[in-house]
């Protein structure tokens, strides 16, 4: 611990008004994507441990909750970026008091926020397993995930708010370092829990919330000694009126986006499960890598959020069209290379976390297919992250709700009635609402650029 009490408190906050724009998001986004990567590795090694040393079923229970886990998650995430954007653009602006008053609204409002999610997860289970048409093979293991996920989620929603306060100041280092050392503690829990004391899935939910919860200690510590404007003081703990409808003007579109996008992915995984576990397996292998291959994007979208609103709060819009433009060039080139070596590599990648020879088979076969138009998401999350940084939040969450639901709703409806109820063209429903997001976003883009934006903080 020696070495993580000597990282917090230490001061890494990041001004992103001056200096080399692509060193900048180059240096903001490499933790992140590293800290991402390692994110990931928590449902991965919950999922690799269960498919290899527990059973098929297990693999499919702990692989497919995932939409009703992000429906709730999703939503507290939204509000969490409306925070990063208003303390992006204070932080531009010089306003250190401004700062303040929404660091301690934001963590006040995660505390309430956690008792609810809790609440409310645990009642919706029984439901929303149903709705995704869970076979009787998996319920179980899927429920008891599920109630022990969502007793221990306090943990993940207070790192989450707690990091992105941190990185709304252009650090993102010491959340990666935390997140390193809660992620090494979850491997290690999975392998005691599993193969020690033979928990199953059981082991594999303790020991994810166990992880999250010492991410949350870590991080909380950190904002307790920083030396910066966005230290915590648990005295000063309060709900400000102003900065909460400014948090929630920004964060509440971008909350409903994501919690009815994972509530339409509900939907989807509903249809996949219609095919049975095998199926469900080879989805649940390609879901994990496809969110591997995103991370790039992922990363460089939160960069681009906070270069975005500390510039245009310094009031240089053309500085942060500048750095969309560097965005745009840095994610199209990332996820090409990734491209090529997922398809050159599918099955091997699927064999990974599951080697039953039919979803190797399977799996492979979505990810040759789906996973070249990832660069449309490449595109369409770049003109996203900007606008969010700009305080714009709802002409994304129209776009997107339009797309990832609406249209991805009506494009499953006719191919499995009118066209092929397969798997393949099931899971490329996916792709369908990229492509469609792309070409809407980037119409209202023309018409809204950056140069238009009007600050949060006048």
């Known amino acids: 611990m020696s070495f993580l009490h000597r990282v917090a408190g230490s001061r890494r906050d990041t001004d992103m008004t001056t200096g080399n724009i ?31 040393y527990v059973s098929n079923e297990a693999f499919s229970a702990v692989g497919t909750v995932g939409p009703i886990i992000n429906l709730l998650i999703g939503f507290f995430s939204g509000l969490a970026s409306g925070a990063g954007v208003v303390i992006s653009q204070y932080y531009g602006a010089k306003q250190y008091d401004k700062v303040h008053d929404v660091v301690h609204t934001a963590f006040a409002m995660t505390l309430i926020m956690s008792a609810a999610i809790t609440v409310i997860g645990l009642l919706l289970i029984p439901l929303m397993l149903h709705l995704i048409n869970t076979p009787d093979d998996v319920y179980a293991q899927s429920k008891t995930y599920l109630t022990i996920y969502f007793s221990g989620v306090t943990g993940l929603l207070i790192y989450n708010m707690s990091a992105g306060i941190l990185r709304a100041v252009g650090d993102s280092l010491k959340p990666f370092l935390f997140l390193v050392v809660s992620t090494v503690t979850n491997i290690a829990l999975d392998l005691l829990f599993v193969l020690v004391f ?20 870590l991080v909380t510590i950190d904002l307790l000694r920083t030396k910066t404007c966005v230290r915590l003081n648990f005295r000063h703990l309060r709900i400000d009126r102003e900065m909460l ?24 995984q509903s249809y996949i499960n219609h095919f049975g576990s095998n199926v469900m397996a080879s989805w649940t292998a390609y879901n994990k890598i496809d969110a591997l291959i995103f991370l790039p994007v992922a990363s460089l979208s939160m960069g681009l959020t906070t270069f975005v609103g ?52 399977l799996g492979g076969i979505f990810l040759k297919t789906l996973s070249p138009f990832y660069i449309f998401l490449a595109v369409n999350n770049m003109y996203i992250a900007a606008l969010r940084g700009a305080g ?19 494009y499953l409806f006719v191919v499995s009635r009118f066209i092929s109820y397969t798997e393949l063209p099931i899971g490329f429903s996916y792709p369908a609402g990229w492509i469609m997001c792309c070409i809407v976003i980037l119409i209202y883009y023309h018409f809204h650029p950056l140069s238009k934006a009007k600050r949060v903080v006048d």
């Open 22 to 52: 692509l060193r900048h998001l180059i240096v903001f986004a490499v933790p992140l994507l590293v800290g991402n990567i390692f994110q990931q590795l928590y449902n991965m090694v919950d999922t690799w441990v269960v498919g290899n």
């Open 198 to 217: 033979h928990m199953g899935v059981e082991g594999v939910a303790y020991a994810t919330i166990i992880a999250q919860g010492f991410s949350a200690m």
């Open 245 to 268: 409808k400014k948090v929630v003007n920004i964060g509440l579109p971008s909350g409903l986006q994501m919690s009815i996008t994972s509530f339409s992915n509900v939907f989807v």
């Open 310 to 361: 500390q510039n245009l709060g310094n009031n240089d819009p053309e500085r942060a069209k500048k750095g969309l433009r560097t965005s745009l060039i840095m994610s199209c080139t990332m996820t090409a290379a990734l491209i090529l070596l997922i398809v050159v590599f599918a099955p091997d990648l699927v064999y990974f976390f599951n080697s039953k020879p039919e979803v190797v088979e």
């Open 392 to 410: 714009n939040s709802r002409a994304p969450m129209l776009a997107v709700l339009g797309s990832y639901v609406l249209f991805r709703q009506i």
